[in-house]
């Protein structure tokens, strides 16, 4: 699976995007945000306020933190937009 | 019904173009407001803004938002065009164009997808300070979230 | 304070120079909003509109109108050009820009001035139509007075 | 004093203004409306529904009726406005 990263997440990760193995027991938005901030640093640091860390799954945006991520080819992960 | 016209582009836009484009030869249009979003240089602090977007998911999220824009204010059209790269103090930044029989309708079109675009379309903006220090990305604001409720509790 | 731009003419103005001559060098404004009124063929039943207005008085209550405009919202400036004489379907009649740091006063101050230039500015269109008859004087919409109330409640 | 007039009032009447002389006891904008009622045709006709009929004075509107119009060098009288 593709993990895209934009504006601060991009900068302080050092990555715009990677492909990541995850384990089985990832199935939803919230378990990606658990698994992203066991990883090393600095993604616990980035991680640890995942509140207001916004998300786009196949490039469309999702709120709900319970939706499934299975089959997704590409997650976006990014600070709230400013727009405009 | 018509068809939103969406670009995201890096270089400038011409309003009288996108304008005359949108209009054409429809004479049962009555009224055509466009809004110009412009990069402020905040009392002189900063030098540019620096616009990362993220590209497919910008077009997408727009378009839907100005077809809903269409629907719901029975818009002759909508035209929103959005710059990314280095934008400097006094450059057009976003374009929207909404045209109808009536006036309030094209205000309404207008000011509801500027809404949408400020909190629902993936841009971020980086400031470059004037003092050459490593600028901060742009908070979203509050105000903004509020903006949208306006048109959500209708 | 901006003094407000005001022209009654008869002939055709051009947006996009009104727009530059308003906003000029100033990097504070971060948006600008304009609004164009058009002449509708009312599915092809005009030929044109005749726009009668009573000089002076058309200049002095649109200005006083624009001034209250940037008082309200903090306008950095407003032009408004209001033409008279004849007008054929899919031309020009009123031009209204309004600038402002922030977007939501820019939609407001056009669209205030646009609800009382409705009812207040002395205009009156005569119809005239297609097949040749004497055409009637719009009727001003109870709407129009609705949308100025709006203004006043608050 | 001058009277002016606009739009179908001018039409009707037949004249854009004219230079009147009003009696004393014309004192306010609701007696000018009586004596432009008691006028020959079409005054008569066309101030009958004067209610809907706007005045400026001095090329301001004036909506208060009982207004004083001593000393006004023009007023307009015309239609509901229909700009923009």
Redesign the interface.
């Known amino acids: 699976m593709k993990l895209?990263y934009?504006?601060?997440l991009?900068e302080r990760l050092g990555v715009n995007e990677e492909m990541v193995d995850l384990p089985d027991d990832v199935q939803t938005i919230a378990d990606l945000f658990g698994w992203l901030k066991q990883r090393e640093e600095p993604y616990a640091d980035v991680f640890e306020a995942s509140d207001i860390i916004q998300v786009?799954i196949g490039?469309?945006?999702v709120l709900d933190r319970s939706t499934n991520i299975a089959g997704a080819d590409e997650i976006?992960l990014?600070?709230?937009?400013?727009?405009? | 019904m018509p068809e939103p016209r969406v670009l995201i582009q890096e270089e400038d836009f011409d309003i009288a173009a996108e304008t005359k484009l949108l209009t054409g030869e429809n004479k049962n249009i009555g009224a055509v407001v466009t809004f110009t979003?412009l990069c402020r240089d905040e009392d002189n602090r900063l030098s540019a803004l620096e616009l990362?977007h993220?590209p497919?998911?910008a077009e997408?999220?727009i378009t839907r938002i100005a077809q809903e824009a269409i629907t719901r204010f029975d818009l002759n059209g909508i035209t929103a065009v959005?710059r990314y790269g280095k934008i400097n103090p006094g450059e057009n930044?976003?374009l929207v164009v909404a045209a109808a029989r009536h006036r309030q309708a094209a205000f309404d079109g207008a000011n509801f997808l500027?809404d949408f675009?400020?909190?629902?379309?993936?841009?971020?903006?980086?400031e470059h300070p004037r003092d050459g220090s490593t600028g901060d990305?742009?908070?979203?604001k509050d105000a903004d979230d509020d903006a949208l409720s306006k048109w959500l509790s209708e």
Chains 1, 4 share one sequence.
């Open positions: 895209v934009f504006a601060w991009r786009a490039k469309q945006h976006a990014f600070p709230p937009m400013t727009g405009g | 979003g990362e993220y497919g998911m997408g999220e959005h930044i976003v500027m675009l400020k909190t629902r379309a993936p841009f971020w903006k980086k990305w742009v908070s979203a």
